[in-house]
């Protein structure tokens, strides 16, 4: 309204020069242009008081003014009229009055002549802005994006109707806002000339067109092949980017080179799937047939993003197609692909290995159509839909990060999803919010939506309760491209388009393929017995490459005899390396691996050594780290008082050379940055910690976002610290460091739980990919879990973070005792899936960490890590423990003197794990039974620490043996040790139970009853008739 005013005012008394100088040249489309208009407002009632001026028509009118002051011939007579007149010296109020006002004012109309009826012609306009901006926001609803035209079917007495199906609705809505309709353009009014705003650009170099003309090219623009849902985005440049390049005429024109090229990848997409029914119709593939158009359009974006300087491409894709995209895309050898078909092949290589359509890919290439050099991932992913969407996000940032490319410039990611898991699935939304994160950003994503109208047998009536599956992207902003899939060229053009945007903007964008799935789930379904309708249409629907032939026949741009020979040129390599995968013998999944390691393993992907140096520090060096750990290492900076005291403390452990667990993990992290290994942590306030002990990133308390990370600060050749709160997010944080912990050996990446039953969110990562990733995919992965674990009585929640899910997730055998060589420690390590370990001790932790990176080869860890035990004036350690010849404790055995010096007397061997260690010790002393009860802590669990339990029970030939845990019995840790403890000491004797009992939850929310059991369960543990009448 006060833009109305200002133009309002200007338009009666400026001449034309002055107002040129008072807004200067055409002004540039930009969303700072208003605000050259807010500086020079001003508010004058009179004008206010006109009919026809208000809301969004000052916009117009001020353009059309504009327009009329540069060139009174661009605008329609009829305002040339009207803004001569004001600007002629009609009073307020009077420039604006009806024809009847104007032609009593005798001068006024011999100025002008006859005049129309200005009121209506003011409506008319905005009538014509707003059918234009109705096009724009829902023009993709009218679109012709379904190529079985079925998404229309009036579906009322279906079960459910609401959101997706009311398509009818939203038509009429348009309708409304179209001729006949609210605006009250009629027949009448199809032929007159409108002037354009400034918000399109269907008049190409035209600014004025009839408006017949003007419904044409929206129509053209907005309701053929291709819906753009665009216009939720707060941004007005990027919207006219995208208007620009759907509005603009004659967009959509292909050299015959890219029309022939299209065809050829068409060809390879359909024979692919063609080719593999025929020779395997018995074996599921989940073919692509309905969507072939896909090939094409993945092969588009990655050639417009090769052209714009990207090197690498690292994506991630469901079941769906994924052969083809293998073969077609990335360009897999086809021998093996079709060696994959033959289950008499054996393995090369360990592990269990995984499903055709599940495993990854990296392949290096010369792009045919930029000439350039790109690298090609595809990420091995499980069946469970989503679940690689974090990885991939999480190993391009890596990427980026380690070439130094800060803007994903060079490397970027493509995700594809299927219509039913893209809306279904929570972790498409928990990697969208990812998206924009300064740690966790790449800069945009293309996403690609195989959306076939179909999730298993379950059709989107019933799948969700949006309009599209796509509208999960509106969030954060990334603008959506629907197209109909059978028409390859619109197919091209919108993925030409979202590469482009996100080349120009680093932000993410929706291609939405909507298709159709041509037969079953898989090869085997029979879809009629659901969606009988749908696949009767489906079978009369003619193959997308036929039609597209057709068309390309018809138009001369091939001929017949071309197009069959592509065909049978495409055929003929199928059948030759079809041929060849008959003479392998051998399957290799290495051949599968989606992220190698380069000079980290031998050429033939063993280890280089089979040993794990000592992980101790020089005193200097821990002095050093300890130093910085607590100081400020930049001037003038302010830090609140609470962590000035915590330094010094720290300062004072330096000076009685101890740490707690705080400072055993900066000197952990802060001696591989000095070792040039970059380290990141992430996750839910890990900067500061959850309990208010790390501290690693320093806040000024007078200057807003001043902030000091002194872990940078450690060394000038040092590898860079990343420590980064997350979003609120496990299952997507933790993809997402999985994946950056993909890209590299060499970086220790780290993700906290705020405490650790808050991993369960995470589950499928740590299910599907943690725990079994090497064995299907023969890929290591050396990410750390830290999960904050202990009962301290603070409820069921905050107390566990599930031990005995990950130690009945590992794959040591607990029936057999292994071998005890002389590196068994890291044989044992190299043959676990998975380490999990507790540690009682900030030295164990410090070197637990270290041995991470200082083994030959990578494994996820596990550390259940404490929360009294932060600080906890027992659980410290001494320089000592930490320097140079010392190693991770897996078993810390009894160190009392008095027990260790007559063990014979010993009459109970306790064997535990983590803090309740403490409560041991401390009620031993408290009962005077250091002689009769030795404690030994288990710290590695798992592997499982065989030859030390040994030593550890035969020095104790007199003690009963006793698992101690604070855990309820049907939790933490007894399944998992007790059948291990018989086998280390050969079924000689009982292990008895000392801990809480079994229960559902893991803890009581009762304060006193926690102590109870506690209580109980110590008094057990020493009392040494406790079993005696037991078997
Ligand atoms: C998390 C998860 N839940 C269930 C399934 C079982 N499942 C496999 S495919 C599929 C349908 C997927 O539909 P859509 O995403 O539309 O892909 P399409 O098969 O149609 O290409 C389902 C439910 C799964 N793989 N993952
Ligand atoms: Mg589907």
Redesign the pocket.
Known sequence: MHRLRTCAVRLRPLTTSQAAQTVGPKRPITATYTRTFQSIRCYTAPVASEPFLNGTSSNYVEEMYYAWLENPKSVHKSWDVFFRNANAGAPPGTAYQSPLGLTATPQLSSLVGAQPNVEKLVEDHLAVQSLIRAYQVMGHHNAHLDPLGISCVNFDDAPVSSGFQDVDAVKERLQVLTVGGFYGLDESDLEKVFRLPTTTFIGGPESALPLKEIIRRLEMAYCQHIGVEFMFINDLEQCQWIRQKFETPGVMQFTLEEKRTLLARMVRSTRFEEFLQKKWSAEKR?GLEGCESLIPSLKTIIDVSSASGVEYVIMGM????RLNVLANVIRKELEQIFCQFDSKLEAADEGSGDVKYHLGMYHRRINRVTDRNITLSLVANP?????ADPVVQGKTKAEQFYCGDNDGNRVMSILL??????A??GIVYETFHLSDLPSYTTHGTVHVV???Q???T?DPRM?RSSPY?TDVARVVNAPIFHVNADDPEAVMYVCKVAAEWRATFHKDVVVDLVCY?RMG?NEMDEPMFTQPLMYKQIKKQKPVLQKYAEKLIADGTVSRQEYEEEIAKYDKICEEAYARSKDEKILHIKHWLDSPWPGFFTLDGQPKSMSCPSTGLTEENLNHIGQVASSVPVEDFTIHGGLSRILKSRGEMVRNRTVDWALGEYMAFGSLLKEGIHVRLSGQDVERGTFSHRHHVLHDQNVDKRICIPMNHMAPDQAPYTVCNSSLSEYGVLGFELGFAMASPNALILWEAQFGDFHNTAQ?IIDQFICPGQAKWVRQNGIVLLLPHGMEGMGPEHSSARPERFLQMCNDDPDVMPNITDDFAVQQLYDCNWIVVNCSTPGNYFHVVRRQILLPFRKPLIVFTPKSLLRHPEARSSFDEMLPGTHFQRLIPEGGATASERPGEVKRLILCTGKVYYELTKERKSRGMEGTVAIARMEQLSPFPFDQVKAESERFTNADLVWCQEEHKNQGYYDYVKPRIRTTIQRAKPVWYAGRGPAAAPATGNKNTHLMELRRFLDTAFDLEAFTDQQ
Request: with cysteine; charged share 15%.
């Open positions: 989940f469901p079941h769906r197609g069946s469970h839909l989503e679940a999803h299927g219509d039913a898991a893209f279904g699935q195989v959306n076939n179909i999730g298993f379950t799948a599956p799935r789930h499928c």
